[in-house]
């Protein structure tokens, strides 16, 4: 899908260059191979529901890069 090849553009080849703009080079290409072993956020979703979480949702931001979840623990 469009948004996923832009997502993976994003963070794989602007994110290392804006970083390395920062003399952040060697952090800002690591982040993106560590975030990859990450929980989708659909799994993630799921794990909080199952920890007893309710209205639990997400908001897909930045080309899919960043994932805001939230949840209301009764």
């Known amino acids: 899908n469009l948004q996923g090849r832009a997502a993976k553009f994003m ?3 602007v994110v290392p260059v ?4 920062f003399g952040k080079t060697k952090a800002y290409k690591y982040l ?3 975030t990859e072993k990450f ?4 799994e ?3 794990l909080l529901t199952g920890s ?3 209205e ?4 897909t931001l930045f080309f ?11």
């Open 52 to 54: 007893g979480f309710e």
């Open 44 to 46: 993630l979703a799921v």
């Open 18 to 21: 804006l970083g390395s703009m």
């Open 64 to 74: 899919g890069n960043i994932c805001m979840h939230w949840g209301v623990k009764p």
């Open 32 to 34: 993106p191979k560590s």
């Open 39 to 42: 929980m989708t956020k659909v």
């Open 56 to 59: 639990v949702g997400f908001k």
């Open 11 to 13: 963070f794989h080849k």
